[in-house]
């Protein structure tokens, strides 16, 4: 069982449709991050939220960190093929020795030209 | 700065071979983590280093061992591998600081 779950696991959508992804948990997290990864590559940090309620934009992108901070939600606006790739949140979780991050299972979409 | 770096890209081996994932980075950053990502699925934590000499397991750690006798590199050993160890390993590291990771570009290993 994973920690933060995300949905859909897949999207598939013509370019110009808005969609939107969620990062859920029934834990609260000091923060959230969002990271996408292209094929054939590692994961690139989008943002990291932090405040309860807290929004954030990247052009296209808004980013909105849940005010319970259990989950989050990534919006995209008028997608373009550029935009394929997997959609993974991580939250840090804090032991003795340092802290580490656990992801979610990912989101993994395609925009089709 | 060239970042995070992993070698090799691609690696095939047998049922029962070992071999060495390297990973290495020039940031200086204390921390340092291996993570396994399994097709179409998110990162599993195998490995993790808050600075040399220290070593911790992840949440999948069987089949694997680490060390750090550096800041800069942090190898992870795979010994008698298994078909279950077929994946795509990425490491990372992260400044004290901050929670931000920056990942390698990975490894693909199938083992046959």
């Known amino acids: 069982t994973q920690l933060l779950e995300q949905s859909p696991q897949f999207l598939s959508i013509q370019e110009g449709e808005n969609l939107t992804v969620y990062c859920n948990s029934s834990?609260?997290?000091?923060?959230l991050q969002w990271y996408r990864q292209e094929p054939g590559e590692g994961p690139v940090l989008l943002v990291t939220v932090v405040t309860g309620g807290e929004v954030k934009k990247l052009k296209r992108l808004t980013f909105q960190f849940g005010d319970a901070r259990k989950d989050s939600s990534l919006h995209i606006t008028a997608a373009q093929p550029g935009d394929t790739g997997l959609y993974l949140c991580?939250?840090?979780?804090?032991?003795?020795?340092?802290?580490?991050?656990?992801f979610g299972g990912g989101t993994r979409l395609m925009v089709k030209p | 700065n060239a970042g995070v770096t992993q070698t090799p890209k691609f690696r095939i081996l047998k049922i029962g071979q070992s071999m060495t994932l390297q990973c290495t980075q020039d940031m200086n950053h204390n921390y340092m983590y291996w993570y396994r990502q399994d097709p179409g699925m998110g990162l599993k934590l195998i490995y993790y280093s808050v600075g040399a000499g220290i070593t911790d397991k992840g949440e999948v750690p069987n089949g694997y061992n680490v060390s750090r006798s550096t800041t800069e590199d942090f190898p992870l050993r795979l010994e008698l591998a298994a078909p279950s160890q077929t994946s795509v390993y990425f490491c990372?590291?992260?400044?004290?600081?901050?929670?931000?990771?920056?990942f390698g570009p990975g490894t693909r290993l199938t083992v046959l």
């Open positions: 834990s609260v997290f000091s923060s």
């Open positions: 991580a939250g840090p979780l804090y032991n003795n020795a340092g802290n580490m991050l656990t």
């Open positions: 990372a590291s992260r400044r004290q600081s901050t929670d931000t990771q920056y």
